[in-house]
């Protein structure tokens, strides 16, 4: 196929449990592997919040230990042999995480015939928003990254005969996707300790033009809003920011889910007109999804 159309892009097989296999894949086909595909699924051990949360910041390791793979590859092909009658991989390897989402295997409550059809719940919802903000720091090295399925199983989307809805976790899946921007913008998070992880779970991203800023923040605290303070730095000497917004998405509580005519997810929008050159200080509700919008003048 690709002899056909040099445009293809090859995705070879990786295992972030086995990186020994990653680095053999990467040492032998690096000059016409594009993406290395990996899985990440969801996988609590059992019911409990702090065990879902705890799940989704593993992956942060596993992240790290894939990036230390793809690092061992150069950058540019050489010495490419002329047999394979192809062009060579013209851009760095990067990650394809071509299936992630939850997969709530010990929960015991699957439905279907292979007992894959789960009901999400808000507490699952802010998990995803935490993986999304992970692949968001991640995006350096991640060329693509899909949900699983879509519909039915394992989905975001449930459908039957007479209709659909969106469960809890399609809120983070369309919220990221319609208010992110185009470029990460590195941010330090400093937060107060929630089950012995951060409380305040955030990332940036900027406009390519940058006139234009977007945070996005989760309080993954149940019952405890947090008066978060935002502060910028290398601030050019003539400019000053314009906090023009904040949208927040939170549920009546972390076991709140979607069915036929119920949406359990709440928005509020507060839109805002205030100018700093120093920072903000927000109000962050509990169990809560935000997008703070600001503009730099």
Not at 222 to 250: C, R
């Amino acid at each position: 196929m690709k002899l056909q159309d040099p445009s293809i892009k090859i995705t070879l097989d990786g295992n972030p449990s086995d990186l020994g296999w990653g680095r053999k894949v990467m040492k032998e086909m690096n000059q016409v592997c594009d993406f290395l595909s990996v899985h990440f699924y969801i996988m609590p051990p059992d019911g409990k919040y702090s065990s879902l949360i705890q799940n989704v910041e593993n992956f942060n390791q596993s992240f790290d230990s894939l990036r230390k793979v793809l690092n061992q590859v150069p950058d540019k092909v050489q010495d490419f042999s002329p047999w394979y009658r192809f062009p060579p991989r013209h851009e760095r390897v990067k990650l394809a995480v071509d299936e992630w989402g939850i997969w709530d295997a010990n929960s015991g409550k699957g439905r279907g015939t292979y007992q894959l059809e789960y009901t999400y719940n808000w507490a699952q919802a802010l998990a995803v928003g935490k993986f999304l903000n992970i692949l968001q720091r991640n995006s350096d090295i991640v060329g693509l990254a899909t949900w699983a399925q879509t519909v039915n199983v394992l989905a975001p989307i449930v459908t039957r005969s007479d209709g659909s809805f969106c469960q809890t976790v399609y809120t983070p899946l369309q919220t990221f996707r319609r208010y992110t921007l185009e470029n990460y913008l590195p941010i330090e998070v400093k937060s107060a300790l929630v089950n012995n992880l951060n409380g305040i779970d955030a990332t940036a991203s900027i406009s390519s033009d940058g006139k234009s800023i977007v945070i996005s923040i989760l309080n993954l605290s149940e019952n405890k809003a947090a008066q978060t303070k935002i502060v910028f730095n290398h601030i050019a000497n003539n400019s000053k920011l314009e906090f023009t917004g904040q949208i927040s998405y939170s549920a009546p509580s972390l076991e709140a889910t979607n069915s036929f005519g119920r949406n359990c997810v709440s928005e509020q929008k507060k839109s805002l007109l205030e100018k700093s050159k120093s920072g903000f200080e927000i109000n962050i509700p509990p169990a809560s999804i935000n997008f703070l919008f600001l503009k730099i003048y």
